[in-house]
């Protein structure tokens, strides 16, 4: 089984932007829905937006809606979270997720998990 590597983390100010990715090693990412959840301190993971293996279909959460978008290149194996207007209730260690075939918004559905990486909103 492959890997994904999260990275592109850092701390950033309210209304910065970040641009955080997902790449895979030893497995196509064409093949796979791409999901990015999230984890703050002290609270549950949340799911924060899913793409399709064409990148045909995508689903947000109310909470980014219209300040997150999820690109990939599939001949590069990567998949980007553009974090636009951040916020720092968007801080949080962000980690992506693979699975075959359709998209969910539902965490266990993901055999394939990144590290995770550290975004911090602050002033």
């Known amino acids: 089984q492959g890997e994904l590597v999260d990275s592109g983390g850092g701390l950033v100010h309210p209304g910065d932007s970040l641009t955080l990715s997902c790449t895979a090693s030893g497995l196509a990412l064409e093949y796979y829905a791409i999901a990015w959840f999230r984890r703050a301190p002290g609270l549950a993971q949340e799911f924060v937006g899913t793409v399709s293996w064409n990148g045909g279909v995508s689903r947000y959460a109310d909470s980014v809606k219209g300040r997150f978008t999820i690109s990939r290149d599939n001949t590069d194996n990567t998949v980007y979270l553009q974090m636009n207007s951040l916020k720092p209730e968007d801080t949080a260690v962000y980690y992506c997720?693979?699975?075959?075939?359709?998209?969910?918004?539902?965490?266990?559905?993901?055999?394939?998990w990144g590290q995770g990486t550290q975004v911090t909103v602050s002033s």
């Open positions: 997720a693979a699975k075959l075939t359709t998209v969910s918004i539902y965490s266990h559905e993901y055999p394939i």
